[in-house]
Nanobody, 126 residues
Framework: QVQLVESGGGLVQAGGSLRLSCAASGRTLNVNSLGWFRQTPGKEREFVGCINWHGASTSYADSVKGRFTISRDNAKNTVYLEMNSLKPEDTAAYYC???????????????????WGQGTQVTVSS
């Protein structure tokens, strides 16, 4: 089992920044991809970005490309989502997820992820 704990959410004004963290514990051996997703009430969970655990592959949704950056610290088993130039439409609950599914690039499909955190709320005021 893998346990994931997100932190760093909060309330920020439009144009501001936040950094989310996702700390992993448990059986993280052979984890391949870490993804960030977000969800607002009444809508499906949306892909935000992903990173390979051992490689250099990253991928972002078009809506956040150029504003959000994913990085990792393997020694700390932690992945970060740096969010800049935040917009009110970025308001959502943000979730991190991990999968052992192997691919040369990180995984974008939420259905391919096995482990999920509890989520952290990000609210961007206009």
């Amino acid at each position: 089992q893998v346990q994931l704990v997100e932190s760093g959410g909060g309330l920020v004004q439009a144009g501001g920044s936040l950094r989310l963290s996702c700390a992993a514990s448990g059986r993280t051996l052979n984890v391949n991809s870490l993804g960030w997703f977000r969800q607002t009430p009444g809508k499906e969970r949306e892909f935000v970005g992903c990173i390979n655990w051992h490689g250099a592959s990253t991928s972002y949704a078009d809506s956040v490309k150029g504003r959000f950056t994913i990085s990792r610290d393997n020694a700390k088993n932690t992945v970060y989502l740096e969010m800049n130039s935040l917009k009110p439409e970025d308001t959502a609950a943000y979730y991190c997820a991990m999968t052992r599914l192997y691919d040369l690039v990180c995984i974008r499909a939420s259905g391919d992820y096995d482990y999920w955190g509890q989520g952290t709320q990000v609210t961007v005021s206009s």
